[in-house]
């Protein structure tokens, strides 16, 4: 038989204990997560944000542009460049009844505009059939200079203040 050591009646059989359940993230890393998500919802408000300022502006420098390229011409087309400001207006202000007023009218509110330079006769500027060359080449200037001196927040006051005075039944244009 074989002889046994006092000792080996003492052993104790080796218990394994349960594996430790899966934690998942570690708490700093959740808060890690959740700033980069914060982070990147801020950037894409940013940047509709200004997508929008982008659109709204737009139409201004688009006319900006446009104008560039009327005046740069050796004869000046009145007609297209008054067609280009009532083009903006209707960007901005839809609705405004300056698009269908008269011509005396839209006359008295470019001056209105602009009152240290006297526009040129709109009536004699677009209703002739061959508007005098220094009339016209003013006519460009005075437009050129008001499309200058626009803003976006002026051009969505101009919008508010003929909406206002349409609903309120003023005629003054």
């Known amino acids: 038989m074989t002889e ?33 998500l914060l982070a990147a919802a801020l950037v894409v408000w940013l940047a509709t944000k200004r997508r929008q300022q982008l659109l709204r502006q737009g139409g201004l420098l688009a006319a900006q542009t446009e ?44 001056q209105a505009q602009d009152t240290t330079v006297t526009w040129p006769d709109l009536n004699a500027l677009l209703y002739q059939p ?11 200037d005075c437009a050129q200079n008001w499309l200058a001196q626009q803003s976006l927040p002026q051009l969505q006051q101009l919008a508010q203040h003929h909406l206002a005075q349409q609903k309120a039944g003023g005629a003054d244009v």
Request: overall charge negative; proline content about 8%.
């Open 4 to 36: 046994s050591h006092p000792l080996l009646a003492e052993l104790a059989d080796i218990i394994e204990t349960d594996t430790a359940p899966a934690m998942g993230i570690a708490p700093g890393w959740w808060l890690v997560l959740l700033l980069a």
């Open 130 to 140: 061959k508007p005098d060359a220094a009339d016209a080449r003013h006519f460009a």
């Open 67 to 110: 104008m560039q390229q009327l005046v740069a011409n050796e004869t000046v087309d009145p007609a297209a460049i008054n067609q280009l400001l009532k083009r903006l207006i209707r960007h901005y202000a839809p609705n405004s009844p300056l698009l269908s007023c008269n011509i005396s009218d839209w006359q008295q509110f470019l």
